[in-house]
């Protein structure tokens, strides 16, 4: 594929044409509502919030024997249910299945937010995003910060304090190193090519570097295979794209950055404007070239997943698979990841952990709702590093290894039009602004019917535990220095500005 370009700051939002017709569609969508069924089970108003932090704990220098390797891979906008081992009815990720069968796997594992950098470092921290406060580059929110505080600790830094080596090899763009992304880690870097499999090739280069060391190592990987604009090579289009596909959508690189160039935002810009959000076709196509995107992050994380076995490494490398958030394809008028609907909030989570490193976590399937807060503490759990008092999350081995029951709720939010959300039990809260639904996802799992209207008191409740979160969140602020501004220079400005995403928050 001739596409080199890498994701530039911001180019990654939607256009304000595309945000208006959503906006317009959720806004009818509130005021439809159906009949509400008498039901039992948890209610919002038997939740317990997260605590009220105290402190934050630095990482300590804690070395001990034997500590496993971690390989954490990350596909951007890569939603749970178009893998077939979440149930997907095509063929898109043999070897993502391969590892599940040999893996833990989550099939509730929730987002906290839709946009990359606040969900990375969710992943990151083990904070929501209201706790550590990062938002994505051009988004806004000024009480938000363009980069992390020093004093709240990442993955990357407990494992250099841990005595790892660690290195990252990513796509760039929202998890550029100046956000915070970088701390803690000997090496980060973006491959040119953000498209393609060159992130995964210089990820090989990196593990069999590190093979040849005693040292443990910590490898990072993330891409943006699976996010928009959807351009697979062409033997993975030709084999779930519709050839009597008529419309006008093409990813045809030269079409593309005719004109304008080969910028991501320039390409990026040039896909969507040949997509007819109505057209049913085109929300095929849209769909058939991310099943196909998929199918080839699959090929490189099974390529990824022979050289760790190749090398030796198998017995003493966890390997975890995870996503910042899914996509949508229209279900809810919408497109991409603008939102806090089910297809994007619920993403993989899969965690490969070898019986000599902790025995119980073979091969499973784990029903409980969790999130992407509680895989930080779980990992350290796992590499027998001490877990800090201060994170949201928590660890997931009592859940897998004696099936505790675990925290009965999910919550997400972004800062575009105040959006949160929170699902608990068969009830899922979301407000936008001034407006909530609630869904009844045992007869709704596609969150379509809005039962607000005649259940008040479940959406009184959850909108209470959702206040009561933001809360406890809002309690870091405090406790900790604020990060740097990450500068954006003159370019990134005028384009933000273009994009109408100056002042959004
Ligand atoms: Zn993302």
């Given amino acids: 594929m001739g596409y080199t370009g890498t994701m530039s700051a911001g180019s990654a939002e939607r256009s304000n044409r595309f945000r208006a017709m959503h906006f317009a569609a959720w806004m009818l969508a509130s005021v439809v509502s159906t009949i509400g069924c008498d039901r039992t089970g948890?209610?919002?108003?038997?939740?317990?919030?997260?605590?009220?932090?105290?402190?934050?704990?630095?990482?300590?220098?804690?070395?001990?024997?034997g500590r496993p390797n971690l390989v954490l891979i990350s596909i951007d906008t890569l939603r749970a249910d178009h893998l077939s081992t979440y149930g997907h009815d095509r063929p898109t990720s043999p070897n993502i299945d391969r590892l599940a069968a040999e893996s833990v796997l989550f099939e509730h594992a929730f987002s906290h937010s839709p946009k990359t950098a606040s969900s990375h470092m969710s992943l990151m921290t083990g904070l929501y995003p209201e706790s550590h406060r990062v938002k994505n580059r051009m988004t806004g929110g000024q009480e938000w910060l363009g980069s992390l505080s020093a004093d709240i600790p990442t993955l990357a830094e407990f494992l250099e304090a841990a005595g790892y080596s660690t290195h990252a090899r990513?796509?760039?763009?929202?998890?550029?190193?100046?956000?915070?992304?970088?701390?803690?880690?000997?090496?980060?870097s973006s491959p040119t090519s953000s498209y393609g499999s060159a992130i995964f090739k210089s990820s090989i280069g990196r593990l069999e570097s590190l093979a040849r060391s005693n040292q443990p190592f910590f490898l990072f990987v993330h891409?943006?295979?699976?996010?928009?604009?959807?351009?697979?090579?062409?033997?993975?289009?030709?084999?779930?794209?519709?050839?009597a596909y008529?419309?006008?959508?093409?990813?045809?690189?030269?079409?593309?950055?005719r004109g304008k160039g080969s910028d991501f935002s320039n390409v990026y810009e040039a896909f969507w404007s040949r997509v007819d959000p109505k057209s049913?076709?085109?929300?095929?196509?849209?769909?058939?070239?991310?099943?196909?995107?998929?199918?080839?992050?699959?090929?490189?994380?099974?390529?990824?997943?022979?050289?760790?076995?190749?090398l030796g490494l198998r017995e003493n490398t966890l390997v975890a698979l995870v996503s910042d958030h899914g996509e949508e394809f229209g279900e809810h008028e919408g497109f991409e990841h603008n939102a806090l609907w089910r297809?994007?909030?619920?993403?993989?989570?899969?965690?490969?952990?070898?019986d000599s490193v902790r025995p119980g976590w073979g091969s499973k399937r784990i029903e409980a709702t969790v999130g992407l807060v509680d895989v930080l503490p779980t990992l350290l759990e796992l590499m027998k590093i001490p877990i800090p008092t201060h994170f949201q999350?928590?660890?997931?081995?009592?859940?897998?290894?004696?099936?505790?029951?675990?925290?009965?709720?999910?919550?997400?939010?972004?800062?575009?039009?105040?959006?949160?959300?929170?699902?608990?039990?068969?009830w899922k809260l979301l407000?936008?602004?001034?407006?909530?639904?609630?869904?009844?996802?045992?007869?709704?799992?596609?969150?379509?019917?809005?039962?607000?209207?005649?259940?008040?008191?479940?959406?009184?409740?959850?909108?209470?535990?959702?206040?009561?979160?933001?809360?406890?969140?809002?309690?870091?602020?405090p406790l900790v220095r604020e990060g740097e501004a990450a500068e954006l220079d003159s370019e990134q400005r005028s384009r933000l500005e273009a994009l109408g995403y100056a002042d959004d928050g």
């Fill in 42 to 65: 948890p209610t919002f108003d038997e939740l317990s919030p997260p605590p009220v932090p105290q402190r934050i704990d630095a990482p300590t220098q804690h070395v001990v024997p």
């Fill in 223 to 243: 891409t943006y295979q699976t996010h928009s604009p959807y351009l697979p090579p062409k033997r993975y289009h030709d084999a779930f794209v519709d050839p």
């Fill in 343 to 354: 297809e994007i909030l619920h993403v993989p989570l899969i965690i490969r952990v070898p």
């Fill in 246 to 257: 008529a419309g006008r959508i093409t990813t045809d690189h030269n079409e593309l950055s």
């Fill in 393 to 426: 999350g928590s660890s997931l081995a009592p859940i897998v290894e004696s099936g505790a029951a675990g925290r009965p709720w999910a919550f997400a939010q972004y800062r575009l039009w105040n959006q949160n959300s929170l699902q608990a039990g068969n």
């Fill in 431 to 477: 407000r936008r602004g001034p407006i909530a639904q609630v869904f009844d996802l045992s007869e709704d799992p596609a969150e379509m019917n809005d039962v607000g209207p005649t259940r008040p008191e479940i959406l009184a409740d959850g909108a209470e535990q959702v206040d009561r979160i933001l809360e406890a969140s809002r309690a870091y602020w």
């Fill in 280 to 310: 049913k076709s085109d929300q095929q196509h849209l769909l058939d070239l991310y099943d196909a995107c998929i199918r080839f992050v699959d090929d490189q994380v099974g390529a990824l997943l022979d050289r760790i076995d190749e």
């Fill in 170 to 188: 990513t796509g760039g763009g929202n998890l550029h190193a100046d956000i915070g992304f970088a701390r803690g880690f000997e090496t980060y």
